[in-house]
């Protein structure tokens, strides 16, 4: 179409040009003025297609095509963002401790220079979403805080947005008094504060309590399988135990009354920070995370 426009434009401002103009002055002008109008014409209809085909929504979606690096792409959280991610036709780059299934190696606890290894990972990126974390382990303050060094690494390569995995305030809370936690809250709270320094208006922190999923139990770090884990949201998602937790005093019972979150769910939130979706910056209950997830 917009080929088109310019030959005929092209071809009728030859036209005007190539008939010998009539000698009568008002007759010269009058016909010099209807020629200048066409070609006026034409072009503006040129300058119209020309615009209507770059901001087109196929030319807008091809200049925004996301691009996403998961850290920790095998995870409980990871492997779902992954496998979400693919099936909606999304680039993914995705990380793991050994370079399994398709992924590239980085592990931080033994990485010389986080930021180094993400700027390079992250090149031509849209988001990063970590879901790397560890406790229990000797290494809890490194790893946990290694994604913070990521978000520096991020953002030297020019990557938009940063979402990360973290814990609840109440857990965060609770832990002050619990040496073996001390490593982990450590490394978590230093990710969090690197995170929204580099990424100040385009962060996204998931903090839920506890996140259920697979089909086994776990210890480090602490897991419930699916069906135990779903049977425990549905009781403690009720509005009536709902209402309760919302009065109730931080602490133990506070968590125990936290709804957990399925992997799936904490994926989906996950993925909605990394596509801009999600209105909130920091999912730090239940129904923050449920209404993120929802947004995709």
């Given at each position: 179409m917009l080929s088109f426009l310019l030959v005929?434009?092209?071809?009728?401002?030859?036209?005007?040009?190539?008939?010998?103009?009539p000698t009568d002055p008002v007759a010269r002008q009058s016909t010099q003025l209807a020629a200048d109008n066409r070609r006026a014409f034409l072009a503006s209809i040129a300058t119209a297609t020309v615009a209507a085909t770059a901001f087109s929504p196929g030319a807008a979606f091809a200049a925004q095509q996301d691009k996403v690096l998961v850290l920790g792409g095998t995870g409980l959280v990871g492997s779902r963002v992954v496998t979400k991610l693919q099936s909606m036709?999304?680039?993914?780059?995705?990380?793991?401790?050994?370079?399994?299934?398709?992924?590239?190696?980085?592990?931080?606890?033994?990485?010389?220079?986080?930021?180094?290894?993400?700027?390079?990972?992250?090149k031509g990126c849209?988001?990063?979403?970590s879901t790397v974390g560890v406790i229990g382990t000797d290494q809890d303050a490194t790893v946990n805080a290694?994604?913070?060094?990521?978000?520096?690494?991020?953002?030297?390569?020019g990557v938009q947005r940063f979402v990360y995995i973290s814990v609840a305030p109440e857990?965060?809370?609770?832990?002050?008094?619990?040496?073996?936690?001390?490593?982990y809250m450590t490394g978590k709270s230093f990710a969090e504060e690197s995170i929204q320094t580099y990424f100040p208006s385009s962060f996204t922190l998931i903090e839920p309590t506890f996140i259920y999923g697979g089909n086994k139990f776990g210890v480090s770090p602490p897991r419930v399988a699916s069906g135990y884990g779903k049977l425990i949201e549905g009781l403690l998602s009720s509005a009536p135990l709902r209402a309760v937790t919302s009065v109730a005093p931080a602490g133990i019972?506070?968590?125990?009354?936290?709804?957990?979150?399925?992997?799936?769910?904490?994926?989906?939130?996950?993925?909605?920070?990394?596509?801009?979706?999600?209105?909130?910056?920091?999912?730090?209950?239940?129904?923050?995370?449920?209404?993120a997830a929802k947004s995709l």
């Open positions: 005929a434009a092209s071809f009728l401002s030859q036209q005007t040009t190539a008939f010998a103009p036709g999304i680039d993914v780059i995705a990380t793991s401790r050994d370079g399994r299934d398709g992924t590239r190696k980085l592990d931080f606890a033994s990485s010389s220079n986080v930021a180094s290894d993400i700027a390079e990972l992250a849209t988001a990063v979403i290694a994604s913070g060094l990521a978000a520096g690494g991020a953002k030297e390569a857990v965060r809370e609770l832990a002050k008094g619990v040496s073996f936690l001390q490593n019972i506070k968590i125990g009354l936290e709804p957990p979150v399925a992997a799936e769910t904490v994926a989906n939130a996950a993925i909605a920070g990394a596509l801009g979706k999600a209105t909130l910056s920091t999912l730090d209950t239940y129904d923050k995370i449920q209404e």
